[in-house]
């Protein structure tokens, strides 16, 4: 049967999973991998994996699947990470409310750009999880 786009795609991933675990040395992974992104049928992409483990990230896409306990600490850990925000937001406000008195006029709130790129970089956090391998 002839294969497609996603299945030389798992191949590639999988054996790409076996370079990085060291199941196949560099030379032998390029060569794999010149035959994968050129094999046209099932027969030939199961060839090339055959002696190889099954790749948990090549059977769910590339998606590696997280198990309850690692989410919990990845909200963990992106909690910590808000406390520091929340930490840094109260310095900076409070720098900026005392220069402001210190000059007996409100100055331009400075820290909106400092804590508007900290926010956006933990937003990003919340729609990319880490990926676990």
Same mark, same amino acid.
């Given at each position: /049967?002839?294969?497609?786009?996603?299945?030389? +795609?798992?191949?590639?991933?999988?054996?790409? +999973?076996?370079?990085?675990?060291?199941? =196949?040395? @560099?030379?032998?992974? +390029? &060569?794999?991998?010149?035959?994968?992104?050129?094999?046209?049928?099932? %027969?030939?992409?199961?060839?090339?994996?055959? +002696?190889?483990?099954? &790749?948990? &990230?090549?059977?769910?896409?590339? !998606?590696?699947?997280?198990? @309850?306990?690692?989410? !919990?600490?990845?909200?963990?850990?992106?909690?910590?990470?808000? !406390?520091?925000?929340? %930490? %840094?937001?109260?310095? /900076?406000?409070?720098?900026?409310?005392? !220069? &402001?008195?210190?000059?007996?006029?409100?100055?331009?709130?400075?820290?909106?750009? @400092?804590?508007?790129?900290?926010?956006?970089?933990? =937003?990003?956090?919340?729609?990319? @999880?880490?990926?676990?391998?």
């Amino acid at each position: /049967m002839r294969a497609g786009d996603a299945d030389r +795609d798992a191949t590639i991933q999988a054996l790409g +999973d076996a370079l990085a675990e060291g199941r =196949l040395d @560099p030379a032998e992974h +390029d &060569s794999r991998l010149t035959r994968a992104a050129t094999a046209t049928t099932f %027969g030939q992409l199961a060839a090339l994996t055959a +002696d190889l483990p099954p &790749s948990p &990230s090549a059977a769910t896409g590339g !998606q590696t699947t997280t198990d @309850p306990a690692h989410r !919990q600490d990845d909200r963990r850990a992106w909690l910590k990470e808000v !406390q520091y925000w929340l %930490g %840094g937001a109260l310095v /900076m406000n409070l720098i900026w409310a005392a !220069q &402001s008195l210190k000059d007996h006029q409100w100055a331009s709130y400075w820290p909106a750009v @400092p804590l508007g790129i900290w926010a956006a970089i933990l =937003l990003t956090y919340l729609i990319w @999880p880490q990926d676990r391998d």
